[in-house]
């Protein structure tokens, strides 16, 4: 579950936040002025997107060796028909 708390809220309310967080698997969007600000999520969570993210990095760093040598536009074309294959299926 989603639960929007203010910057103020989640100060005051920390510890049980936290544990909404770690037993019931809730996320806490954290707002400033009604704005976004941050989230607190629970730790299965954040090492999913952790390594979410290694992999993204991982994957960029070998996709932009393989074409450090190859010109942008031929680049660009091939990664453009790549993307369009990988959306028709």
């Known amino acids: 579950m989603l639960q929007k708390v203010s910057a103020m809220d989640m100060r005051k309310r920390f510890g049980d936040l936290l544990n909404d967080v770690h037993y019931r698997h809730n996320t ?4 400033k002025a009604g704005k976004p600000m941050g989230a607190l999520i ?3 969570l954040y090492e999913k997107i952790r390594l979410m ?4 990095h ?5 996709l ?3 074409y450090a040598d190859v010109d942008s536009e ?3 074309a091939e990664i453009r ?3 369009e ?3 028709k299926k």
């Open 42 to 44: 629970d730790i299965d």
């Open 74 to 76: 031929l680049a660009e």
């Open 28 to 31: 806490v969007l954290i707002t």
């Open 64 to 66: 932009a060796h393989a």
């Open 53 to 56: 993210e290694d992999e993204f």
């Open 58 to 62: 991982r994957m960029t760093d070998e």
């Open 85 to 87: 294959a990988s959306r």
């Open 81 to 83: 028909e790549a993307i």
